[in-house]
């Protein structure tokens, strides 16, 4: 950031807070027990209900059926398997065998979809290999609703990218859409509609079409400054035989970071999750 942008800072000490008086604190309280009290026994109304089959999943189970519902909601089967098909319908959780876990929609809003996301605990090893082995901080990501979502991050060192875990960016401009995008038809319109915008003629969109033919050939996506300022960073996609299921990263500093050195590393860290989640995906099918 430039210097001129900078404030100084007042060393002022700030005055904490006045405390609640006694009535406030005791209707807190109150307002608390009633709280507690409404997370125990379900509301009648259709969000009070939708409250709680979320609230059923704060727990370390990550996956529950429609009886392990029942028990934590008090709610009767027959509304929770209705709740629960609607729920899938908005991507607020997801089916899978034996029951139901949090939805991906759902990430951004707690971090649940994080800890219950398949593809964040089989890639987590492996960004944590890649950050040790290159010194910088590793990211993955995947595509949403036109938006390439920070699923996970490992920071390496004093370094600390501007992207927050469940942030959303552009796929046109940023490395790990671009390698998606190269590889997903439906996600290259995206990046090539985003990349249109900054040029009516359609000559960014020419360039953005050249630009993921070069990624398939080489099979790593750059980001030089695109996405914030000052950062750079290379991706490679999450695929093999016609899927690619997202993109892993490593950034860092514009000017500091070799960005040829580095694909080879980001590329073999993406074959290696790929072919760790088709294992699981076969454990699972047994």
């Known amino acids: 950031m430039s210097s001129s ?11 904490a807070p006045p405390e609640p008086s006694t009535s406030v604190r005791k209707a807190l309280a109150s307002t608390d027990d009633c709280e507690s009290s409404d997370r125990r026994s ?11 089959i979320m609230d059923a ?19 009767p089967k027959s509304t929770l398997h209705r709740l629960a098909d609607q729920l899938c319908q908005i991507g607020w959780v997801e089916r899978e065998r034996g029951g139901y876990r949090v939805g991906l929609r759902m990430f951004e809003l707690g971090g649940l979809a994080a800890e219950a996301s398949r593809l964040r605990e089989i890639a987590l090893p492996h960004l944590q290999a890649l950050s040790a082995r290159t010194g910088m901080p590793v990211h993955l990501g995947v595509f949403d609703n036109g938006e390439i979502v920070d699923l996970e991050r490992v920071m390496a060192g004093p370094v600390r990218t501007p992207v927050r875990r ?20 439906q996600v290259a319109e995206f990046a090539v509609d985003g990349r249109q915008g900054a040029s009516p003629s359609g000559s960014d969109a020419a360039a953005m079409l ?10 790593v996506a750059f980001d030089r400054g695109e996405t ?27 000017g500091r970071l070799r960005l040829g050195a580095l694909a080879e590393a980001v590329d073999h860290a ?10 699981q995906a076969a454990v699972r099918r047994r």
């Open 210 to 219: 050249a630009e993921l033919d070069t990624i398939r050939r080489l099979g």
């Open 166 to 185: 469940g942030g959303r960016f552009p796929v046109h401009c940023s490395a790990l859409g671009k390698a998606i995008a190269a590889f997903d038809p």
């Open 42 to 52: 379900p509301d009648r109304t259709v969000l009070g209900r939708v409250a709680a």
């Open 270 to 279: 993406a074959t290696a999750i790929w072919n760790a989640s088709n294992k």
């Open 228 to 254: 914030f300022e000052g950062w750079a960073c290379a991706a490679a996609p999450i695929r093999g035989a016609g899927e690619v299921i997202g993109a892993v990263s490593v950034s860092g500093q514009l």
């Open 57 to 75: 999943f704060n727990c370390s189970q990550q996956v529950l059926g429609l009886g392990d519902l029942s028990a934590r909601t008090g709610l």
């Open 5 to 15: 942008l900078m404030q100084p800072v007042s060393t002022a000490p700030i005055a």
